[in-house]
């Protein structure tokens, strides 16, 4: 198997059990794991890319898009996660370290979706509010608050807006360190 081959099938094999881990725990009121299994898969991937400090850059976008996303959805009482700090008036922990482990994915699993927005939009307006409610009815690690159309039409409008403009700025920074 080519290395190229193998870093992808680790990229979204390593997201997805990130993923599985982090909505598991949270089910359980625990955000530790959740993080820690985001921190270590992040690092693991920031130690193996030609270019870190872009890939850094990607995960502040990511969390900052995770921070108004699920704050808004948070804060308003849309969604309400198991797990939370603050009063439940911020993103959880743990929702956070998936939008940073998503963002590490932007560069080698989700790389043939930079050219191709319109599929972000897509794909981050349906899949991410399905995510949400895997992890909310197959684990209880969420739940949205009634009348649920309220969460689920912030979280499908956010995440249609969210993921093309994370792919964009993937493609806008591989770009530019291209012209260097």
């Not at 290395?3 to 997201?15: A, D, M, Q, T, V």
């Not at 089910?27 to 130690?47: E, I, M, N, S, T």
């Not at 922990?93 to 932007?106: D, M, N, R």
Request: charged content about 10%; hydrophobic content about 60%; some cysteine.
């Amino acid at each position: 198997m080519r290395p190229e081959s193998k870093r992808l099938i680790f990229n979204l094999l390593g997201n997805q059990i990130v993923w599985f881990i982090a909505v598991i725990a949270a089910g359980r009121g625990h955000a530790w794991p959740g993080v820690l299994a985001a921190a270590v898969f992040v690092c693991l991937h920031l130690w193996s890319v030609a270019r870190p400090a872009d890939e850094v850059r990607l995960v502040m976008l990511a969390l900052l898009c995770g921070l108004v996303v699920d704050g808004v959805a948070s804060a308003q009482g849309w969604v309400v996660y198991r797990a939370a700090t603050f009063g439940g008036s911020l993103a959880p922990p743990w929702i956070l370290a998936l939008w940073a482990s998503l963002a590490v994915t932007l560069n080698t699993g989700m790389r043939a979706l930079q050219s191709r927005l319109w599929a972000g939009v897509l794909l981050g307006g349906i899949g991410g509010p399905l995510a949400y409610l895997a992890a909310a009815r197959g684990w209880q690690a969420a739940e949205f608050a009634m009348p649920a159309w309220r969460g689920w039409t912030w979280l499908a409008t956010a995440w249609a807006l969210a993921l093309p403009t994370l792919l964009w700025a993937a493609r806008r920074l591989a770009a530019r360190t291209a012209v260097r």
